[in-house]
Protein backbone atom coordinates (compact mmCIF):
# COMPACT_ATOMS: atom_id res chain seq x y z
CA UNK A 1 0.00 0.00 0.00
CA UNK A 2 1.43 3.55 -1.19
CA UNK A 3 1.87 6.58 1.37
CA UNK A 4 -1.23 8.40 -0.43
CA UNK A 5 -3.38 5.15 0.17
CA UNK A 6 -2.41 4.98 3.67
CA UNK A 7 -3.37 8.34 4.30
CA UNK A 8 -6.56 8.11 3.03
CA UNK A 9 -7.29 4.87 5.06
CA UNK A 10 -6.35 6.49 8.49
CA UNK A 11 -8.06 9.64 7.87
CA UNK A 12 -11.53 7.44 6.87
CA UNK A 13 -10.77 5.30 9.93
CA UNK A 14 -10.73 8.97 12.03
CA UNK A 15 -13.70 10.24 10.63
CA UNK A 16 -15.37 6.97 11.40
CA UNK A 17 -14.81 7.09 14.62
CA UNK A 18 -15.56 10.38 15.25
CA UNK A 19 -18.71 9.55 13.83
CA UNK A 20 -19.71 7.20 16.24
CA UNK A 21 -18.39 9.28 19.13
CA UNK A 22 -20.85 11.89 18.35
CA UNK A 23 -23.33 9.10 17.46
CA UNK A 24 -23.29 8.04 21.18
CA UNK A 25 -23.08 11.63 22.49
CA UNK A 26 -26.49 12.34 20.20
CA UNK A 27 -27.82 9.19 21.84
CA UNK A 28 -27.04 10.11 25.59
CA UNK A 29 -28.62 12.81 25.37
CA UNK A 30 -31.62 11.99 23.54
CA UNK A 31 -32.72 9.03 26.13
CA UNK A 32 -33.77 9.74 29.79
CA UNK A 33 -30.79 8.89 32.16
CA UNK A 34 -30.39 6.10 33.22
CA UNK A 35 -29.49 7.12 36.58
CA UNK A 36 -33.33 9.35 36.53
CA UNK A 37 -34.69 5.95 36.00
CA UNK A 38 -32.85 4.10 38.78
CA UNK A 39 -33.41 6.61 41.13
CA UNK A 40 -37.38 6.49 40.07
CA UNK A 41 -37.77 2.99 40.77
CA UNK A 42 -35.22 3.43 44.05
CA UNK A 43 -38.44 5.13 45.32
CA UNK A 44 -41.06 3.79 44.02
CA UNK A 45 -41.64 6.59 41.78
CA UNK A 46 -43.63 6.42 38.55
CA UNK A 47 -42.22 8.24 36.10
CA UNK A 48 -44.81 10.69 34.65
CA UNK A 49 -46.01 11.50 30.97
CA UNK A 50 -43.72 14.51 30.54
CA UNK A 51 -39.80 14.47 32.37
CA UNK A 52 -37.59 17.49 32.41
CA UNK A 53 -33.71 16.38 32.14
CA UNK A 54 -31.56 19.71 33.34
CA UNK A 55 -27.77 19.29 32.31
CA UNK A 56 -25.40 21.40 33.90
CA UNK A 57 -22.71 20.68 32.22
CA UNK A 58 -24.35 21.65 28.88
CA UNK A 59 -26.79 24.36 30.36
CA UNK A 60 -29.61 22.68 28.61
CA UNK A 61 -32.76 21.33 29.86
CA UNK A 62 -34.54 18.62 27.82
CA UNK A 63 -38.16 17.68 27.39
CA UNK A 64 -39.45 14.04 27.08
CA UNK A 65 -42.99 13.31 26.76
CA UNK A 66 -43.75 9.06 27.30
CA UNK A 67 -40.10 8.41 27.68
CA UNK A 68 -39.27 9.69 24.01
CA UNK A 69 -37.20 12.97 22.97
CA UNK A 70 -38.87 16.44 22.37
CA UNK A 71 -37.15 19.35 22.60
CA UNK A 72 -34.25 20.76 23.81
CA UNK A 73 -33.88 24.23 25.23
CA UNK A 74 -31.44 26.43 26.70
CA UNK A 75 -31.22 27.38 30.61
CA UNK A 76 -29.34 28.49 33.32
CA UNK A 77 -28.11 27.29 36.45
CA UNK A 78 -26.21 29.11 39.84
CA UNK A 79 -23.51 30.57 38.83
CA UNK A 80 -21.98 29.20 42.50
CA UNK A 81 -21.53 25.96 41.04
CA UNK A 82 -24.16 22.40 42.27
CA UNK A 83 -24.95 22.32 45.30
CA UNK A 84 -27.92 20.85 48.17
CA UNK A 85 -27.14 22.93 51.10
CA UNK A 86 -29.43 25.46 52.07
CA UNK A 87 -27.70 28.94 51.87
CA UNK A 88 -25.53 27.65 49.12
CA UNK A 89 -27.05 29.03 46.43
CA UNK A 90 -26.21 26.67 44.61
CA UNK A 91 -28.50 24.83 42.14
CA UNK A 92 -29.18 21.11 43.52
CA UNK A 93 -28.92 17.55 41.66
CA UNK A 94 -31.70 14.61 41.64
CA UNK A 95 -34.60 13.53 41.26
CA UNK A 96 -37.36 16.28 42.00
CA UNK A 97 -40.79 17.51 41.07
CA UNK A 98 -43.12 20.57 39.90
CA UNK A 99 -44.81 20.98 42.83
CA UNK A 100 -46.48 24.54 42.60
CA UNK A 101 -47.26 26.90 39.42
CA UNK A 102 -47.38 30.39 39.68
CA UNK A 103 -48.50 32.75 36.73
CA UNK A 104 -50.66 31.26 34.95
CA UNK A 105 -52.02 33.77 31.76
CA UNK A 106 -49.65 36.60 33.29
CA UNK A 107 -47.59 38.74 30.20
CA UNK A 108 -44.17 37.86 29.34
CA UNK A 109 -42.25 39.97 32.02
CA UNK A 110 -44.07 40.10 34.95
CA UNK A 111 -42.29 40.06 38.39
CA UNK A 112 -42.59 38.10 41.17
CA UNK A 113 -41.55 38.69 44.66
CA UNK A 114 -41.51 36.00 47.06
CA UNK A 115 -44.10 34.31 44.18
CA UNK A 116 -46.39 38.06 44.42
CA UNK A 117 -46.64 40.39 41.39
CA UNK A 118 -45.03 43.29 41.91
CA UNK A 119 -45.05 44.57 38.26
CA UNK A 120 -43.02 44.28 35.40
CA UNK A 121 -39.95 44.80 33.61
CA UNK A 122 -41.31 47.43 31.23
CA UNK A 123 -41.33 49.60 34.38
CA UNK A 124 -37.07 51.26 35.18
CA UNK A 125 -37.15 49.86 38.30
CA UNK A 126 -37.71 46.55 37.43
CA UNK A 127 -35.23 46.05 34.72
CA UNK A 128 -33.27 44.02 36.23
CA UNK A 129 -35.88 41.76 38.08
CA UNK A 130 -34.92 37.73 38.88
CA UNK A 131 -37.78 35.96 38.53
CA UNK A 132 -40.07 36.61 35.84
CA UNK A 133 -42.80 35.57 33.71
CA UNK A 134 -43.60 31.74 35.77
CA UNK A 135 -42.38 30.27 38.51
CA UNK A 136 -42.41 26.23 38.37
CA UNK A 137 -41.69 25.79 42.13
CA UNK A 138 -39.68 22.72 42.59
CA UNK A 139 -39.57 19.79 45.14
CA UNK A 140 -37.04 17.24 46.00
CA UNK A 141 -37.77 13.66 46.31
CA UNK A 142 -34.70 11.92 47.41
CA UNK A 143 -34.98 12.36 51.95
CA UNK A 144 -31.43 13.12 53.21
CA UNK A 145 -30.67 14.58 49.27
CA UNK A 146 -32.45 17.07 48.32
CA UNK A 147 -35.46 16.60 50.39
CA UNK A 148 -35.50 17.29 54.58
CA UNK A 149 -33.24 19.23 56.82
CA UNK A 150 -30.81 21.63 55.37
CA UNK A 151 -31.02 20.06 52.04
CA UNK A 152 -34.63 20.73 51.23
CA UNK A 153 -35.33 22.22 47.74
CA UNK A 154 -38.70 23.28 48.26
CA UNK A 155 -37.42 25.31 51.55
CA UNK A 156 -34.98 26.59 49.53
CA UNK A 157 -36.74 28.64 47.28
CA UNK A 158 -35.81 26.29 44.27
CA UNK A 159 -37.47 27.31 41.01
CA UNK A 160 -37.61 26.73 36.86
CA UNK A 161 -38.45 30.95 36.16
CA UNK A 162 -38.18 33.37 34.05
CA UNK A 163 -35.39 36.14 33.98
CA UNK A 164 -35.20 40.00 33.03
CA UNK A 165 -31.85 38.80 31.84
CA UNK A 166 -32.37 37.01 28.95
CA UNK A 167 -29.09 37.11 27.21
CA UNK A 168 -27.66 35.30 30.38
CA UNK A 169 -29.34 32.08 29.25
CA UNK A 170 -27.31 29.24 28.20
CA UNK A 171 -24.57 30.00 30.42
CA UNK A 172 -24.42 29.95 34.55
CA UNK A 173 -25.90 33.07 36.03
CA UNK A 174 -28.74 32.64 38.60
CA UNK A 175 -28.97 31.81 42.60
CA UNK A 176 -29.67 28.50 43.01
CA UNK A 177 -33.18 27.91 40.35
CA UNK A 178 -33.19 27.57 36.58
CA UNK A 179 -33.47 29.95 34.52
CA UNK A 180 -35.80 29.61 30.66
CA UNK A 181 -36.14 32.07 27.96
CA UNK A 182 -39.54 33.42 28.03
CA UNK A 183 -40.79 32.46 24.67
CA UNK A 184 -39.56 28.87 26.00
CA UNK A 185 -40.92 29.08 29.76
CA UNK A 186 -44.25 30.00 28.69
CA UNK A 187 -45.54 27.26 26.58
CA UNK A 188 -44.09 24.52 28.76
CA UNK A 189 -45.19 26.29 31.83
CA UNK A 190 -48.75 25.35 30.07
CA UNK A 191 -48.06 22.09 29.18
CA UNK A 192 -46.69 20.28 32.32
CA UNK A 193 -48.78 19.40 35.29
CA UNK A 194 -48.10 19.78 38.53
CA UNK A 195 -46.17 16.40 39.29
CA UNK A 196 -43.92 16.39 36.53
CA UNK A 197 -40.55 15.27 37.14
CA UNK A 198 -37.27 16.69 36.71
CA UNK A 199 -34.38 15.35 36.74
CA UNK A 200 -31.18 17.75 37.46
CA UNK A 201 -28.18 16.18 36.63
CA UNK A 202 -23.65 16.80 35.98
CA UNK A 203 -23.64 13.62 33.50
Known amino acids: MNRHALVLLMSAAVLLISGCANLRFMNSQTKIPEACLATCARLKIAPTKYILVVDVSSQTLALFEENKFVKRFRCSTS ?53 TTRILW ?54 LPGGTLVWIQVP
Not at 88 to 116: D, M, Y
Open 79 to 131: RFGIGQMQGSNRTPLGLHRIAEKIGAGEPAGTVFNSRVIVGHTSQPEFADAKI
Open 138 to 191: LDGLEPGFNCGGEVDSHARYIYIHGTADQKSIGRPASHGCIHLADADLIPLFDL
